[in-house]
């Protein structure tokens, strides 16, 4: 009973947290502060957002998928991210604060890389960095600095001709793969971009017109990797 009750905190702290950090991602990509303007307001209208529009979840559901004073629609992304948030803190939380403290760093960056991604097809490399703490928890079995140093020059070198010949891969995506292979090996890695574009291809499908990011697609295959990882 009491794991549920710290679970139930943790998904609601959590959530928040998925919220503010969506916010934070959208106003980098506008050169403006997390606390500046003080308020959010409608991408469309502009308008200033009440309390309960900003609620995670509900607040999508109470408006019908659609903003309260222009009836524009308002994208799915963020309600499924926070959702998704939600159902990964569920499954992954334990009685250790250190283990729960990297997921939620880690989860948090993937967020905050796939919502930069999917608004404007940007990634800001630095961010990277908030997904190594998993190497203190996810070692890999063999850990040579040549052996790993090798391996993502072979992969960099393949990515960036698959770049110049496709022309559909991204810098951005280059450089989470090949951080991906720093922490957890060639293998995870291409479990990973497999499940991501298969995650990608189906929307695309949907929408044969439209250029869609791989980052948000590779970021849940990420997850779903870790949370399903046998080893």
């Known amino acids: 009973m009491i794991l549920i009750f710290f679970t139930f905190i943790n998904c609601a702290i959590l959530t928040t947290l998925a919220s503010f950090v969506t916010l934070c991602g959208q106003r980098q990509l506008n050169n403006q502060l997390p606390w500046s303007p003080k308020h959010s307001v409608c991408d469309n209208c502009h308008h200033p957002l009440s309390w309960w529009q900003l609620i995670p979840i509900l607040g999508f559901i109470i408006q019908r ?4 004073w222009c009836d524009a629609k308002i994208s799915p992304f963020f309600p499924l991210s926070e959702l998704t948030i939600i159902l990964v803190t569920a ?3 334990t009685s250790s604060w250190y283990h729960n403290l990297i997921f939620a760093i880690v ?5 905050y890389l796939s919502t930069t991604d ?10 990277l960095i908030g997904l190594l703490p998993l190497l203190l928890v996810l070692p890999r079995q063999s850990l040579s600095i040549g052996k790993v140093t090798v391996e993502l020059v072979i992969i960099g070198l393949f990515l960036l001709g698959l770049q110049h010949i496709t022309k559909g891969l991204g810098t951005g995506d280059i450089e989470f793969i090949l951080v991906t292979d720093l922490i957890g090996g060639w293998e995870l890695t291409a479990q990973i971009v497999l499940i991501g574009c298969l995650l990608t291809l189906i929307p695309a ?3 044969r017109n439209s250029k869609l990011p791989l980052i948000p697609g590779l970021a849940l295959g990420f997850v779903l990797r ?5 080893d």
């Open 205 to 207: 499908l949907i929408k």
């Open 226 to 230: 870790l949370l399903f990882c046998s």
């Open 118 to 127: 999917f608004v404007s097809q940007v990634i800001y490399p630095i961010a």
């Open 65 to 68: 998928g659609h903003c309260h």
């Open 107 to 111: 989860i948090l960056t993937l967020l």
């Open 91 to 93: 499954w992954t939380f």
